[in-house]
C-alpha cells in the first residue's frame, strides 16, 4: 500500500513536500515514482528512484526545481518541489514497480504496478 501526502495550494514561486509512505513491502525492492496529473490530462512521469542505491530519474520540465529522495528507515519516499509554477498544478500519485532499474522508461505510468492515492497541488499565479 502506498499512501501519498502533502500537496496545498502555494502562490508561484513557492515550494511544498510531497510524501510517499509505504506498507506492507520493502522499497529498497523496488523503483518508486511520483506522476502529476494536470486537470483534463493524462498523468505524466515526474521523478523516479531506486531507495536501494539512490539513482534517480527526472524528466526535463522540473530538472533543477524537484528533488526526489528517500528514507528507507522509515519507507518513504519524498519529492521536493520548489519554484513552483501554475502549470504544476493537479494531482501527483506516488507509484512502485518491481524494476528497481531506474531509466526514462520509469517515467511511463504502464512501468508501474502499485499506486497510492493523489494528492493535490495547487499553484496559484
Known amino acids: 500500500q502506498l499512501q501519498a501526502s502533502g500537496g496545498g495550494l502555494v502562490q508561484t514561486g513557492g515550494s511544498l513536500r510531497l510524501s510517499c509512505v509505504g506498507s506492507?513491502?520493502?522499497?529498497?525492492?523496488?523503483?518508486i515514482g511520483w506522476f502529476h496529473q494536470a486537470p483534463g490530462k493524462e498523468r505524466e512521469g515526474v521523478a523516479s528512484?531506486?531507495?536501494?542505491?539512490?539513482?534517480?530519474y527526472y524528466v526535463d520540465s522540473v530538472k533543477g526545481r524537484f528533488t526526489i529522495s528517500s528514507d528507507n528507515a522509515k519507507n518513504t519516499v519524498y519529492l521536493q518541489m520548489n519554484n513552483l509554477k501554475p502549470e504544476d498544478t493537479g494531482l501527483y500519485y506516488c507509484?512502485?514497480?518491481?524494476?528497481?532499474?531506474?531509466?526514462?522508461?520509469?517515467?511511463?505510468?504502464?512501468?508501474?504496478?502499485?499506486w497510492g492515492q493523489g494528492t493535490l497541488v495547487t499553484v496559484s499565479s
Open positions: 506492507g513491502f520493502t522499497f529498497d525492492d523496488y523503483g
Open positions: 507509484a512502485a514497480t518491481g524494476s528497481t532499474l531506474i531509466t526514462a522508461r520509469t517515467s511511463l505510468p504502464d512501468e508501474y504496478d502499485y
Open positions: 528512484i531506486s531507495p536501494g542505491d539512490g539513482i534517480t
